[in-house]
């Protein structure tokens, strides 16, 4: 149970038969507001609502703005994302990289629908986008891949296609080599093991999510360690993400 009392400025949160109270102007209770805003978002599909640069892009406008930081931090030549859906995605680091002047966006998809061809092949940025169908750990694909990435100096990648489990420990570990010391590879939609039970979901979703298939991925990897970037500007008492794409980050430490 949570309520928000506005005219006391009190939170408060009863769970596992305890309950406390915080005061509205602590991280504490930004955390509490901000777990039952994320499901309340789930619930209404929230992210189904935003587009950048005129493509429909389904992430949560935090995630959008801390990637963003990563990427200016990086400056990649290369992203690779796996999970096209409407492209707005790709858009949005085109539109990045097109602004710092350097790099190129890769999309992977399953299935491209034509309206969706269509749409970011007409679009200002579909220079700098190059589209790749089929399953994101086909071996086909994943070589496909490889060749674009080639003379890359710096490369970023996010995996947002499918989010089962070992789906997603196929991408991590397909994906891997594909990532330049010091970037990232960012496993989206690790939420998922919090809202077991929400409309829309699997109770298997409490295993059967990204931030598990990150977990047994880290069990044989020492090339990568989980580490979100840094938050440049940061004047207020939040320090945690209001996100998605929670356990999701990994830092390639080693080569
Ligand atoms: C969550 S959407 C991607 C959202 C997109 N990145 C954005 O920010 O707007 C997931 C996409 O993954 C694709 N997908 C699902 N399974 C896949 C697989 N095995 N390989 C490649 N793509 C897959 C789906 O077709 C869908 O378009």
Redesign the pocket.
């Known amino acids: 149970m949570i309520a928000i009392d506005l005219e006391r400025g009190l939170v408060t949160v009863e769970e596992a038969g305890e309950r406390r109270t915080y005061p509205l102007a602590s991280p504490e209770a930004f955390a509490v507001v901000s777990r039952a805003w994320l499901r309340c978002g789930w619930d209404t599909k929230y992210v189904y609502g935003f587009t950048w640069l005129g493509r429909?892009?389904?992430?949560l406008p935090e995630d959008l703005i801390r990637v963003q930081e990563a990427i200016y931090e990086i400056k990649p030549d290369l992203v690779i994302?796996?999970?096209?859906?409407?492209g707005?995605?790709l858009v949005f680091y085109a539109s990045l990289l097109r602004l710092l002047g350097r790099g190129r966006v890769v999309g992977?998809?399953?299935?491209i629908r034509p309206h969706n061809r269509r749409a970011i092949e007409a679009h200002e940025l579909s220079p700098w986008i190059t589209l790749v169908e089929g399953?994101?750990?086909a071996p086909g694909v994943v070589a496909r891949v490889r060749e674009l990435v080639a003379g890359a100096s710096r490369v970023f990648v996010v995996l947002?296609?499918?989010h089962a489990r070992d789906?997603v420990l196929a991408e991590l570990r397909a994906y891997a080599e594909f990532v330049t010391v010091g970037s990232y590879l960012v496993a989206a939609d690790g939420i998922m093991t919090d809202l077991v039970g929400a409309p829309r979901t699997a109770p298997d979703w409490s295993w059967n999510n990204p931030r598990a298939a990150v977990e047994q991925f880290l069990e044989t990897r020492r090339d990568f360690v989980r580490s979100e970037p840094p938050i440049p500007f940061n004047e207020g008492l939040v320090r945690d993400r209001v996100t998605y794409w929670s356990g999701g980050w990994l830092r390639r430490v080693a080569s």
Do not use: C, K, M, R
């Open positions: 429909p892009v389904i992430q994302e796996t999970g096209v859906a409407h707005g995605s992977v998809d399953v299935e399953d994101s750990v947002d296609s499918g789906h």
